[in-house]
């Protein structure tokens, strides 16, 4: 089993910033993909960013590109999304996610991940 434990939300005014951490724990290999999503009130859980496990090979949403930041740092099994800019369109509850086995890719399908945090509240006033 994999434990992951976000944290870092809050909240915060338009055009701020804001780094979540995601902990990974238990039966965890540092070779898995992992991705961060989002889920806004009456919306589906969408993707947000996702890393290879090198943390080379990387996506982002549209919505996000060139403002949020998706990293890991597999010693301290770690993984990190740093959002700049933020909008009050980025009020989400945030996911952390580990896909169950080691792949060079990343992966953005939500059903490719087995692996779920409990979320943590981002909240962005205007």
């Known amino acids: 089993q994999v434990q992951l434990v976000e944290s870092g939300g809050g909240l915060v005014q338009a055009g701020g910033a804001l780094k979540l951490s995601c902990a990974a724990s238990?039966?965890?290999?540092?070779?898995?993909?992992m991705g961060w999503f989002r889920q806004a009130p009456g919306k589906e859980r969408d993707v947000v960013a996702a890393?290879?496990?090198?943390?080379?090979?990387?996506y982002y949403a549209d919505s996000v590109k060139g403002r949020f930041i998706i990293s890991r740092d597999n010693a301290k099994n770690l993984v990190y999304l740093q959002m700049n800019s933020l909008k009050p369109e980025d009020t989400a509850v945030y996911y952390c996610?580990?896909?169950?086995?080691?792949?060079?890719?990343?992966?953005?399908?939500?059903?490719?991940?087995?692996?779920w945090g409990q979320g943590t509240q981002v909240t962005v006033s205007s």
């Open positions: 890393m290879n496990w090198s943390g080379r090979s990387t």
């Open positions: 238990g039966r965890i290999d540092s070779s898995i993909p």
């Open positions: 996610a580990a896909h169950p086995t080691k792949s060079p890719y990343y992966y953005t399908a939500r059903t490719a991940y087995e692996y």
